[in-house]
């Protein structure tokens, strides 16, 4: 049975812990707000950058559309793009990603089709290495940048490009966390090649009609490959944000949860401090009458 002592060490060692889970919960909340207004940002970016495209899409027919667009007409080779953050200590966030990126690995698996994988973030490498190590192509450690920018994700997407481009690669599919809410992160997967022309964003032109000059294909040409870097920039905006507000609500629990055994390991000690005090008068008493 533990002494006094060694009951007071473990409530201080706890206090301290909870003072590390308070201090990390204010770091989080405080870069949450900062990380939320560039995902959000960038939603309108991303959705008018779909916009064009399926305009410019819809105006192409045959053999002359970007294979970026259409793809090549295999499936046979997958790549997959797994986006998670460097850092843990937020809940199942990272899990979640990975979870649902293994679930689709099997289902090509399955299918026959050949996976290799791409992975930005250590905890994503960290995870899928284990049992995927021999598939991944390339991991993209983003630790160090303090803002995301368009140049920082154009190395994954030339990566991306030139895979495709040289043949070992048919589709590309992303996994990431789209930012729902501060309690929602919703781990979501987004096609990259062929592009996922939404043809519900197409303008509605009142019966004009538009000539292109360049044409629609040496626009999309030039388009395509800006939208593989946008798609990915917001991803991962999507992605700072939900871990971000992962981080902040597992800690907001560690805290409160370090808070429940503190108050049960001081009424322990009470309780057994009591108990040993009355150990002592009851000796006390008992050796006064004695004498």
């Known amino acids: 049975m533990a002494s006094l002592k060694d009951m007071r060490t473990q409530i201080g060692s706890v206090k301290a812990t909870q003072k590390i889970t308070k201090a990390m919960q204010m770091v989080a909340a405080a870069k949450l707000k900062r990380a939320q207004d560039s995902a959000e940002n960038a939603r309108p970016y991303a959705k008018r950058m779909a916009a064009v495209i399926a305009n410019l899409a819809r105006g192409i027919t045959g053999d002359s559309a970007p294979q970026m667009l259409v793809g090549n007409g295999s499936t046979t080779h997958q790549l997959v793009v797994v986006a998670t953050a460097d850092r843990g200590l937020a809940g199942g966030f990272n899990s979640n990603i990975v979870r649902a990126a293994r679930e689709f690995i099997a289902q090509q698996t399955a299918a026959g089709n050949k996976v290799r994988l791409i992975t930005i973030g250590r905890k994503g490498r960290d995870q899928l290495k284990r049992q995927f190590g021999d ?21 994954i997407a030339d990566l991306i490009a030139r895979e495709f481009s040289e043949g070992r690669a048919d589709v590309v599919t992303l996994f990431y966390s789209r930012f729902q809410s501060v309690i929602a992160q919703v781990p979501s997967a987004k096609r990259l090649i062929p592009a996922d022309v939404d043809l519900s964003a197409v303008e509605d032109t009142h019966g004009a009609v538009y000539e292109y000059e360049p044409s629609e294909e040496e626009l999309l040409e030039t388009l395509l490959p800006r939208n593989l870097s946008v798609q990915l920039l917001a991803s991962l ?51 006064a009458e004695a004498l």
């Open 237 to 287: 905006l999507e992605n700072n944000a939900g871990f971000y507000a992962s981080q902040m609500s597992a800690m907001d629990n560690a805290t409160r949860n370090a808070g429940e055994m503190i108050n049960a390991m001081t009424l322990k000690y009470n309780r057994k401090r009591q108990a040993q005090i009355t150990t002592e008068l009851i000796e006390i008493i008992a050796g």
């Open 135 to 155: 598939k991944i192509v390339e991991s993209f450690d983003l630790s160090g940048t303090k803002v995301l920018t368009i140049d920082v994700v154009a190395p």
